[in-house]
């Protein structure tokens, strides 16, 4: 490939990379945003994030059978197109439902793209060149999840957040047309393999069951609702159904003979329990800091900032070390770190100032670079050439299932326990009732109306509610991330059997977020 040519190409993926990484990302300030442009309370703008993390996942298993039929070009071509239009529909759409089966086509598409343009990477180069398209492809990965929520907070300042899916329309259809011209006559061999439908629609049964079950728990009577349990029902039988006929199907869509290792079944179980915790984390934090604290979504933005910059940081020394130093270790003492981050903040004193703030990013910034590549590492463990990749697009099903069932999942844990927080503050403690009175009439004394008094007084309980529950739910992910900790030390010795270094951590790479 001439050099020309070469940079086009490495423009082009990594533009698409960074692209669908960076609508993840950006997106989480705009949660309460996107929830009142439509009239809806804040638990369905979580639906919107969910949304796009489960039709993601499913994109992963489906996209190289979705290669072999129509070609990876015209496949990868095809999703580009499908972002672009769904991003329309996004930026366009005064309907909530729309909006969220648009969200969901764009998360599926998306996911599309990232199995396919990394495989289009490794097709495309000369070995000597394969390395310096991996780091390009690392900083593509980088920044996305370094700037996105900082740009994310800018977007909705300066413009409201359907900028984001504005820009979306004309980035993606540049990536689209680049990627014709760049790999045009380059399309990889057809291997039309024989689509799993059966496993196709009980996976899609199963993930949507789960997710729907966790989505009507927010807005209704939580898991008293039997709709609820009649869909967390649904969900399960369908998960097992699953299993099931994937053992026995001679071409599965996942391959879950794969749990028979115990090392891929320590992995995948880690990045799902390990995703399902930072995600759910990621989105409570920013969007009660907004709703709850009051923070503006480019200050939230500037507050994650130095976690995120650090844990790219830590995750380069975290690869160069994992081939040195048990990847079980590092695994054991970065979740021992982040469980110790979160015991801090689930204390902290959420009036301090903006810069005292900030020193429990940095803190969980360089423990979270070594979070997800020990899991990846441990799920790859002995395994090469296509049954690594294959083993990839397993863990990563499992790592994007678990984001999406930790966005509604904490959004239940904090709303139970602020409600117990708000009852306890006022209804069950005469003594807090006494302070409350006394608070009214002082208010009153100011010379503020009753009802002024009364929505003062209301907003300020409100408050601290939601800071109790908020320090509540890291201390509950505190002890799930010590849980962690344990399971790296119950998996066995690592064994790297790919022999192309740059290989080996691709196919790590992909397995992260």
């Given at each position: 490939m001439d050099p020309f040519r070469f940079l086009v190409l490495n423009l082009t993926l990594g533009i698409g990379h960074f692209l669908v990484l960076f609508n993840t990302?950006?997106?989480?300030?705009?949660?309460?945003?996107?929830?009142?442009?439509?009239?809806?309370?804040?638990?369905?703008?979580?639906?919107?994030?969910?949304?796009?993390?489960?039709?993601?996942?499913l994109a992963f298993p489906i996209a190289p059978r979705l290669a072999g039929r129509f070609g990876e070009v015209h496949t990868l071509v095809g999703a580009?197109?499908?972002?672009?239009?769904?991003?329309?529909?996004?930026?366009?759409?005064?309907?909530?439902?729309?909006?969220?089966?648009?969200?969901?086509?764009?998360?599926?598409?998306?996911?599309?793209?990232?199995?396919l343009s990394f495989r289009a990477m490794l097709r495309h180069y000369r070995p000597e060149q394969r390395h310096l398209g991996l780091v390009l492809w690392g900083i593509a990965a980088l920044m996305p999840f370094t700037l996105g929520p900082t740009l994310g907070g800018l977007l909705i300042h300066e413009a409201g957040f359907r900028a984001l899916f504005i820009l979306n329309v004309p980035a993606a259809l540049a990536v689209a047309l680049l990627c014709t011209v760049v790999l045009f006559h380059r399309e990889s061999g057809l291997v039309a393999e024989p689509m799993d439908w059966g496993g196709l629609v009980l996976l899609v049964v199963a993930l949507a069951g789960g997710l729907w079950a966790l989505d009507l728990a927010e807005v209704g009577d939580f898991w008293r609702s039997p709709r609820v349990e009649a869909l967390a029902f649904v969900s399960v039988a369908a998960g097992i159904a699953f299993a099931v006929w994937e053992w026995r199907c001679t071409i599965p869509l996942v391959d879950v003979r794969l749990f028979r290792r115990w090392n891929f079944a320590i992995g995948a179980l880690g990045l799902f329990a390990t995703a399902l915790l930072f995600q759910g984390l990621m989105a409570?934090?920013?969007?009660?800091?907004?709703?709850?604290?009051?923070?503006?979504?480019?200050?939230?933005?500037?507050?994650?900032?130095?976690?995120?910059?650090?844990?790219?940081?830590?995750?380069?020394?975290?690869?160069?070390?994992?081939t040195r130093v048990d990847p079980r270790l590092i695994g054991f003492v970065a979740l021992l770190g982040i469980a110790a981050t979160c015991d801090f903040v689930s204390s902290y004193n959420r009036s301090a100032s903006f810069e005292a703030l900030l020193w429990p990013q940095v803190a969980a910034g360089i423990f979270l670079g070594g979070l997800f590549p020990?899991?990846?590492?441990?799920?790859?463990?002995?395994?090469?050439?296509?049954?690594?990749?294959?083993?990839?697009?397993?863990?990563?099903?499992?790592?994007?299932?678990?984001?999406?069932?930790?966005?509604?999942?904490?959004?239940?844990?904090?709303?139970?326990?602020?409600?117990?927080?708000?009852?306890?503050?006022?209804?069950?403690?005469?003594?807090?009732?006494?302070?409350?009175?006394?608070?009214?009439?002082?208010?009153?004394?100011?010379?503020?109306?009753?009802?002024?008094?009364?929505?003062?007084?209301?907003?300020?309980?409100?408050?601290?509610?939601?800071?109790l529950a908020l320090g509540e739910v890291f201390y509950i992910a505190m002890w799930g991330f010590v849980a962690l900790a344990g399971l790296c030390l119950v998996a066995r010795p690592v064994l790297f059997a790919e022999r192309d270094a740059p290989v080996r951590l691709a196919a790590q790479e992909l397995v992260e977020p």
């Open positions: 990302g950006a997106y989480l300030p705009m949660i309460p945003y996107a929830a009142g442009a439509f009239g809806r309370a804040l638990t369905f703008g979580d639906w919107t994030q969910a949304n796009f993390f489960v039709a993601m996942a580009f197109l499908v972002f672009a239009l769904s991003s329309a529909v996004c930026a366009s759409t005064a309907h909530f439902w729309v909006f969220l089966l648009a969200r969901g086509a764009q998360g599926f598409s998306g996911g599309v793209t990232v199995p409570i934090y920013v969007v009660q800091y907004e709703v709850t604290l009051g923070y503006s979504p480019l200050w939230v933005g500037l507050l994650i900032l130095p976690m995120a910059i650090f844990s790219k940081l830590a995750s380069v020394f975290t690869h160069r070390w994992m020990p899991f990846a590492a441990i799920g790859l463990s002995g395994l090469a050439g296509a049954a690594e990749w294959q083993a990839s697009a397993v863990l990563n099903l499992s790592r994007v299932s678990g984001q999406a069932f930790g966005v509604p999942l904490f959004a239940i844990l904090w709303e139970v326990r602020d409600i117990v927080h708000r009852h306890f503050l006022v209804e069950a403690d005469v003594g807090a009732r006494r302070h409350v009175a006394v608070l009214l009439g002082l208010l009153a004394d100011h010379g503020l109306a009753p009802r002024v008094a009364h929505a003062v007084v209301a907003r300020a309980l409100d408050k601290a509610a939601g800071e």
